[in-house]
């Protein structure tokens, strides 16, 4: 057998042998790495909206997907908003969680993000950020208090927290929430959130 | 080359000829992921996978494998074994291989396994390449636990995500930023070189 042969037979079979070993383990695996992906998901949207214990997709586009969060009886507690935009070094993913009569923000909660270790990541710190952006007026665009004030009671209504030096990362989140009430707001003038009714179009 | 013994195969891994340290190998994940002890680990024990399974298969079939394809090939077979780990921490693993994020499928990349391989693998008998892993494995592991055992104690209070540190402590942001890796990293090789020396002196 010539060399070239040989060289063309032994790649092409080590090749073939690992593609169809990488097919087996991406059948194994596929299932459960989607159920990961839809858990996380549906812890997101329990943890935003109190009381519910699951969601409903009511409305899809690309990066913006609203849930209906239900109670264990289907009465529907909330919306949740799964939306993401530009952060400081990457994409920030979040989950918005708004009272059924869109008039109030219960809380948000961050799925992805790749921000600056220490600073910008403490987007996801409950205690220094995310505590302050319970129970918010969502009538109005939120703004943001710099510097930032010490307890979540001295912030007005319609007003969160800036994290000391991350501010690109803080009026990220924030230019992320307002932007996905503007478009919550216009698919509810367009009557597209009523439950059950999953017109994606 | 001096025949050894599978003690010495395995023990130069860790120190000798440790990857990190000595070898200066695998530097881009030793340094981007060694920001938190648990993210050290699971790098650690996914290329110790790799690099076991990986040895073992090319030194199984070095001597079918024509010279001029060698390295194709090796790199086939090194990347089914990181697509495995990888879809495997993805499967059973999520928040590990969220925080890991491209590292994982990066260990195709990684220059201890290419560098075993080539300079170990397709030389020796499988048996002997297997405890070469194992060593260099041990020894790669070894190193991004202290380096991210200093980086996370310094940077963030906290060993294994548990304060350890009272909260008198204002955590050293740059250590778990870059930065704080490469000087670390300096520190720590400056350290070992001094033991070296020592020792040789002796």
């Known amino acids: 057998m010539s060399l070239s042969s040989r060289m063309i037979i032994v790649l092409t079979s080590v090749g073939l042998i690992s593609g169809g070993f990488l097919a087996g383990v991406g059948i194994l695996t596929k299932d459960r790495i989607a159920l990961n992906k839809k858990m996380e998901i549906e812890r997101a949207i329990v943890s935003v909206v109190p009381g519910s214990v699951s969601g409903e997709t009511l409305y899809e586009e690309k990066d913006f997907t609203v849930y209906g969060a239900k109670n264990e009886a289907g009465d529907l507690q909330g919306f949740a908003l799964y939306t993401s935009g530009v952060g400081f070094q990457d994409k920030i993913s979040l989950m918005v969680g708004v009272d059924a009569s869109l008039l109030r923000l219960n809380s948000i909660a961050v799925l992805d993000q790749k921000e600056t270790p220490g600073l910008g990541a403490k987007i996801t710190d409950p205690t220094s950020f995310l505590v302050f952006w319970e129970n918010k007026d969502f009538t109005q665009p939120l703004s943001l208090r710099k510097p930032p004030a010490a307890t979540a009671e001295s912030l007005s209504a319609s007003e969160v927290n800036t994290i000391t030096g991350a501010t690109i990362s803080s009026e990220a989140v924030l230019g992320i929430v307002n932007a996905a009430r503007e478009k919550l707001k216009a698919l509810r003038e367009e009557g597209k959130l009523a439950p059950g009714g999953t017109d994606a179009d | ?202």
Do not use: H
């Not at chain 2, 190998?25 to 060694?34: E, I, N, R, Y």
């Not at chain 2, 009272?166 to 704080?180: A, C, H, N, R």
């Open chain 2, 1 to 202: 080359m001096p025949t050894r013994t599978a003690s010495q195969d395995f023990l130069k891994g860790l120190w000798q000829e440790n990857p990190i340290f000595r070898q200066m190998l695998g530097m881009c994940p030793t340094l981007a992921v060694s920001n938190a002890v648990i993210n050290g680990i699971a790098m650690g024990l996914a290329t110790a996978f790799v690099l076991i399974f990986s040895s073992f298969l090319i030194s199984l079939i070095k001597k079918v494998i024509p010279n001029q394809v060698r390295i194709a090939c090796y790199i086939v077979i090194i990347a089914t074994f990181v697509t495995i780990a990888d879809r495997f921490l993805a499967a059973f693993f999520p928040p590990i291989s969220k925080s890991l994020g491209p590292f994982v499928p990066l260990i195709v990349v990684n220059c201890i396994i290419l560098g075993r391989a080539e300079a170990f693998a397709s030389k020796n008998p499988p048996g002997r390449s297997v405890i070469d892993a194992l060593g260099m494995s041990a020894g790669f592991i070894l190193a991004l636990l202290i380096l991210s055992s200093i980086r996370e104690v310094l940077g963030s209070g906290t060993f294994l995500g548990y304060p350890v540190l009272g909260s008198w402590f204002e955590p050293w942001v740059i250590m778990v930023l870059p930065p704080g890796a490469f000087i670390t990293l300096g520190i720590l090789m400056a350290i070992s070189l001094q033991i070296e020396m020592k020792s040789r002196e002796r």
